[in-house]
């Protein structure tokens, strides 16, 4: 089982990043959950969502442990938010950063989702939609693929400029 | 209109509510929104409104008035359903009892949530087994599919003009309601035969509904929904064989993942008890016999054989000075001393590792609520 946390701020589309990764798994033949950790929901709150893909049905609800993967949709998140709590060694964490960071003892992709979401005038009430452009990004490093991402937002959004935010990811994103 | 195709697709606990409605079509839903519920009448909403449902949406001003609508609704032969969670549940209390006591097959989603105050919004049933005797069918359910088979089967079931008893589909709140799994839908075709309410309103037959009842007439009522009641044991059995058959997916009074030889049983409802399946598996790798036995029909409830195991009840729901209320109720019906975990109430994190340890550290006939008194 691969076990993905994302971690955002409340109005980025956290949850909804999670429900389309969960998608997308499932549209390339895997068993997939997505459950949000709703708490008091209030806009710029830090806001956890987590994703489990398998090859076979998933029995477990309670949150992730131990991550494979942590995903942070917005960086300063990491001044109240300890993201490498419980993450595996050698596990993996995609930033949405207009600039390189790394982790010791963690492979770290970073790519600027905000800035390919504002490059596709993809603004709504005045957040960047980071979350559909992080489906490119996922499937650049190989945890789904570019096509099941696709039909996932296609699926959720009828803008197709989503789709476009997705492939700039995609071509973005340096492994 | 019905689905014409099976479709494959990943949906949460609240759309495969929604989506199951859309396929069984009842002619009346009538429903007021509550936190974690209101995705279920939002969507049917959204269906009626761009005409993929045929009901008639009824948005009454509070849950009271939900399930009176409903029960009007019933009594003309319609077929009903509303969704609720919580302090709407608890609001439509005394429409709970007119339902049942009317013999009107309304179905309802309850999306168990704790009851305030404190204020929570999180999974525990409470909010279930505080209705627990108002007459109605209760069954609670443990992932996306299995809400969506439960919601159509329900239908058939609370119809069944041996039962003729509202029922009521219970599944955690967030924790299911709000997680996404793969869903496989179905085209019910000729399952869900038409509604014939012998008792319908008949404006050619004129009769008095609801008339003041003296003590024989009204002790013969009560007897009439408890053997109802009774009967529904063996029309779920049939029902739930009958889904197997057509649409390949079995279900029962209890789910019972590796129990033939176990020593010790854990025992939950819910998501917690898919999740003790994952517990069950880590004990047997250790070497301990452990089985999972999940009860699915809370009311009728189920007619379990514990002879000789070891008992763990995980309880999510709590009668104040008498004790947790699946393991009473196993006491009552068994003769069996289970250690008895309170857990999980207003959304507490438990975990299968959690479970686990529930069963190593079993003391049977003991009660503990974890984390606060725990030695797990």
Not at chain 2, 234 to 245: N, P, S, Y
Request: glycine share 10%.
């Amino acid at each position: 089982m691969y076990e993905i946390r994302i971690h955002s701020r409340g109005g980025q589309g956290g949850v909804t990043a999670a429900r389309l990764l969960a998608d997308a798994a499932f549209r390339g033949g895997k068993y997939a959950t997505a459950s949000p950790f709703y708490g008091a929901e209030r806009r710029g709150a830090p806001v956890v969502s987590f994703v489990r893909i398998d090859d076979r049905p998933i029995k477990v609800y309670s949150q992730i442990q131990h991550p494979d993967m942590v995903v942070v949709l917005d960086p300063s998140i990491m001044e109240a938010v300890d993201i490498f709590q419980g993450l595996k060694s050698e596990g993996e964490i995609l930033l949405n950063s207009s600039h390189p960071i790394t982790f010791e003892g963690y492979r770290t992709h970073c790519v600027d989702l905000t800035g390919i979401a504002i490059a596709r005038t993809l603004v709504v009430a005045g957040s960047p939609v980071v979350n559909t452009p992080l489906l490119g990004a996922l499937a650049k490093v190989g945890i789904i693929s570019l096509d099941a991402a696709r039909a996932a937002i296609r699926g959720m959004f009828s803008d197709n400029r989503n789709v476009q935010a997705a492939e700039d990811a995609y071509g973005e994103l340096v492994l | 209109m019905r689905g014409e195709t099976a479709m494959q697709l990943i949906a949460t606990g609240n759309k495969a509510i929604a989506e199951a409605v859309r396929q069984v079509n009842p002619e009346v839903v009538a429903a007021y929104p509550i936190t974690p519920q209101t995705e279920i009448v939002e969507q049917i909403a959204a269906y009626v409104s761009d005409g993929t449902l045929a009901s008639q949406y009824i948005p009454v001003e509070s849950e009271h008035s939900a399930m009176a609508a409903c029960i009007g609704a019933s009594v003309t032969g319609a077929r009903t359903f509303t969704a609720t969670s919580s302090h709407g549940l608890l609001y439509m209390h005394e429409m709970l009892h007119w339902a049942a006591g009317a013999r009107v097959p309304v179905v309802m989603a309850n999306v168990n949530r704790a009851l305030g105050p404190g204020w929570n919004v999180w999974a525990e049933h409470s909010d279930a087994f505080s209705q627990r005797d108002t007459g109605w069918l209760q069954v609670f359910v443990s992932t996306v599919q299995e809400a969506y088979d439960t919601t159509i089967m329900a239908f058939r079931i609370a119809e069944h003009e041996d039962v003729l008893l509202p029922l009521m589909v219970n599944l955690d709140g967030f924790t299911l309601s709000h997680t996404m799994q793969p869903l496989e839908t179905v085209v019910v075709g000729d399952f869900i035969p038409p509604l014939h309410l012998p008792h319908a309103i008949d404006v050619a037959h004129p009769r008095g509904y609801g008339p003041l009842t003296g003590p024989d007439e009204f002790f013969r009522f009560r007897w009439d929904i408890e053997r109802s009641m009774r009967d529904a044991r063996k029309v779920i059995l049939d029902v739930e064989a009958d889904f197997g058959k057509r649409f390949g997916r079995q279900y029962g009074p209890i789910e019972e993942y590796r129990c033939e030889d176990a020593d010790i049983l854990l025992i939950a409802m819910g998501t917690f008890g898919k999740e003790a399946e994952v517990a069950v598996d880590d004990l047997r790798r250790e070497g301990i016999k452990a089985g999972s036995l999940r009860v699915r029909w809370f009311r009728p409830f189920p007619v379990l054989d514990l002879s000789g195991r070891d008992v763990v009840v995980i309880d999510r729901g709590y009668s104040f000075g008498f004790g947790g209320v699946l393991t009473r109720s196993i006491q009552a019906t068994t003769k069996a001393e289970p250690f008895s975990v309170i857990a999980g109430l207003g959304g507490q994190e438990v975990t299968y590792r959690d479970m686990a340890g529930f069963v190593r550290n079993r003391r049977p006939g003991e009660e503990e609520w974890f984390g606060v008194n725990t030695i797990v």
